[in-house]
């Protein structure tokens, strides 16, 4: 079992930045990639973001690249998402997950809210 803890989240006025953390505690040897999903009101839940263990990262589209950056402390367990000039649609919850030989493990996630 792995567990995901986020923090990070809040309310930030358009243009602001936020910086999102997820710690995992657990049976973390199996953990290949961990990641960011996030889900709007009334709209599926999208990809954001991903880090392999290697460091390698892949972004949803060029779009979100240029304003978040995905990054992983390993020593720490802990992957990173910096989110610079927010806008309105990025209102979202925000997902943690982390993906193993096993399976795929996701986080409670925490609100984003981005005022205008």
């Known amino acids: 079992q792995v567990q995901l803890v986020e923090s990070g989240g809040g309310l930030v006025q358009a243009g602001g930045s936020l910086r999102l953390s997820c710690a995992a505690s657990?049976?973390?040897?199996?953990?290949?990639?961990m990641g960011w999903h996030r889900q709007a009101p009334g709209k599926q839940r999208e990809l954001v973001a991903t880090?392999?263990?290697?460091?390698?990262?892949?972004y949803a589209n060029s779009v979100l690249k240029g304003r978040f950056t995905i990054s992983r402390d390993n020593a720490k367990n802990t992957v990173y998402l910096q989110m610079n000039s927010l806008k309105t649609e990025d209102t979202a919850v925000y997902y943690c997950?982390?993906?193993?030989?096993?399976?795929?493990?996701w986080g409670q996630g925490t609100q984003v809210t981005v005022s205008s």
């Open positions: 997950y982390a993906a193993t030989v096993g399976g795929s493990y």
């Open positions: 657990g049976i973390i040897f199996g953990i290949t990639a």
């Open positions: 880090v392999t263990n290697d460091g390698s990262t892949n």
